[in-house]
């Protein structure tokens, strides 16, 4: 379904990515894992658009969308979610998944009808998904940091999309969070066929999770490959590279 | 439906509001209906700054132009053509809004400070054109006894007439506002990174915004024609534009009628303090540097929340 191949990126004379390939299949849960600085954020900006890679290409079923502006890789039926919790802090619960909703729905230029007759029953449904509906009305800034990264998964649902970029979704949760959002990843790919690519650095999240593991290192891809396998080779790994905190 | 989109003791409060500015002529002697007609403009011009500044999120520097370009339009119609009224009344919003969104185009493929700053530029400009081109425009004589229609000869006429136009736009703004889209440029604001990721094609809603309150800027152009009877570049000048900003700044930017309680007082100040005095700016920065002071919940709250650097995230 996605597939990079030979991305790479350079901030000035840094290079952030140098070299990641990675295959994602219809229905897959796919992790990618590396110490931090790896790349695996920029990575992402790479794959939804956020930033333009200097070489290399990205395809989503079959096309090529490398280079288009993120709005328009959104459209295409990639969504995702940031690493640093990244929601509408001034806007309610509701209106912050509203807002995704209104935009899969080509409805957020509409002038003069009254916002509360669109996109209210798919919202309800997202927002009861992921166990949100009760706060519905609160304004999200005044969410618990567990809370608001739970609202950043729901508006990336907004998005009805095919394919979901999910940077550190547990970053910084408790563990109980942490398990309920590991069940509704599950539950997601699950219930709604979604495919899902996250980077996480809970190794026992990644290894519980994820049917494929790629991992980066230095801005490159070092295998990708079942679990098993990784595990397998990661001690390999661990003794070539020396120490890999995360690895 | 009504009762969802507007809280019931807001819309009380609407009401008596307006039936007493609805009476108001009939209590007040002729110079208050003329500085409260003088009010009304400036309302709806700060209104619609604050669509975009406060709503919409964007460095809107150089409002007065477009307000300038609204009244501009319905003079030269009045005076050079022989067309009825009401066409020059309606060309010139829209000429506001054109010349809104042929600035916007340009502006808002640049961010945040450097859209300001590019707006000041080309604002001035067009305030440039205004002011030299003295066979048109009457360069910076201006262009007086415009003639209005009849039925707007007396005060009182002209009072009702732009307390009617100034309640159609708030309306039209409010409903604008409560709409999808007034949904998903609040979102904007707030967020464009995340909006863009969201399939949300931000400039063209920023651009959409720009085009809007242009607009109403130009009503508000057309008000202050119907009222002076003239116009002087003076409405194209950046000190205006300021000015204007300083009418959302002091009433606030994050409620839907703030804009126009700083208008109000604004206005009134000046008509006020002018009397015994010239030096009018010196006031009003004085009024800037109290704000800051002593609303910094407001100003600073607001700069901190929405202006602070976004561009650390992962």
């Keep these: 379904m996605l597939e990079v191949i030979d991305i790479h990126k350079s901030f000035g004379d840094f290079k952030a990515v140098t070299g990641a390939n990675l295959k994602v299949g219809a229905g897959e849960i796919v992790a990618v894992i590396g110490p931090n600085g790896a790349g695996k954020t920029t990575l992402f900006n790479l794959i939804t658009g956020q930033l333009k890679p200097d070489r290399g290409n990205v395809r989503f079923k079959g096309e090529d969308i490398t280079r288009l502006p993120p709005y328009r890789i959104c459209r295409k039926g990639i969504a995702r979610s940031f690493q640093i919790t990244n929601i509408f802090p001034r806007l309610t619960v509701f209106r912050n998944v509203q807002v995704a909703v209104l935009s899969q729905q080509r409805k957020s230029t509409v002038l003069f009808r009254p ?15 992921v166990g949100l509906l009760g706060r519905a009305g609160d304004v999200a800034g005044s969410l618990s940091h567990g809370d608001r990264k739970t609202l950043e998964l729901a508006v990336t649902l907004g ?13 910084g949760m408790s563990p109980e969070e942490t398990g309920a959002t590991i069940a509704l990843i599950r539950q997601l790919a699950a219930d709604r066929g979604l495919t899902i690519l996250f980077c996480e650095h809970d190794m026992k999240m990644v290894f519980t999770v994820a049917r494929s593991i790629m991992v980066m290192h230095q801005g490159q891809t070092l295998i990708q490959d079942a679990p098993a396998a990784v595990r397998e080779n990661l001690k390999v790994q661990q003794a070539y590279l020396g ?5 | 439906m009504l009762k969802n989109l507007i809280q019931p003791r807001a819309l009380a409060a609407a009401a008596v509001v307006g039936l007493a500015l609805l009476a108001l002529p009939l209590a007040v002697p002729r110079f208050y209906v003329y500085m409260f007609s003088l009010i009304f403009v400036n309302a709806l011009l700060a209104m619609s700054l604050n669509f975009v500044v406060g709503h919409g ?10 307000y300038g370009i609204g009244a501009y339009t319905v003079t030269l119609m009045l005076t050079k053509t022989a067309l009825p009224a009401w066409v020059g009344f309606a060309a010139a919003p829209l000429a506001a809004a054109l010349a809104g969104l042929l600035i916007g185009v340009f502006c808002v493929r640049l961010s945040k400070l450097y859209f300001g700053m590019l707006q000041i530029s080309l604002g001035s400009l067009i305030w440039a054109v205004a002011f030299r081109w003295y066979s048109l425009t009457g360069g910076d004589d201006g262009i007086h006894d415009i003639p209005i229609p009849q039925f707007l000869s007396a005060p009182r006429p002209v009072y009702y007439f732009i307390l009617v136009m100034l309640g159609l736009s708030l309306a039209v703004l409010y409903l604008i506002l409560k709409s999808p889209f007034g949904s998903t440029l609040r979102a904007i604001r707030d967020n464009p990174e995340r909006c863009e990721a969201l399939g949300i094609h931000v400039r063209r809603h920023q651009l959409i915004a720009i085009g809007i309150a242009t607009f109403f800027a130009g009503v508000a152009g057309v008000m202050f024609v119907v009222v002076e009877s003239s116009v002087f570049p003076g409405l194209l000048f950046w000190v205006l534009s300021l000015e204007i900003f300083i009418m959302c700044l002091l009433g606030g930017w994050f409620t839907f009628a703030g804009p126009m309680l700083g208008a109000a007082i604004i206005v009134s100040l000046k008509t ?14 004085i009024i800037l540097i109290l704000l800051i002071f002593f609303l910094p919940e407001g100003v600073m709250g607001f700069l901190l929340e929405k202006f602070s650097d976004r561009s650390d995230r992962g």
């Design chain 1, 115 to 129: 916002a509360q007759l669109f996109a209210v029953e798919e919202t309800r449904a997202i927002l009861k998904t």
């Design chain 1, 159 to 171: 998005n009805r999309p095919e394919l979901i970029v999910l940077d550190e979704p547990t970053a």
């Design chain 1, 243 to 247: 120490s890999s905190r995360h690895a």
């Design chain 2, 57 to 66: 999120g964007l460095y809107q520097f150089h409002h007065g132009v477009f």
């Design chain 2, 272 to 285: 006020f303090v002018g009397v015994y005095t010239e030096y009018w700016t010196t006031i009003m920065g």
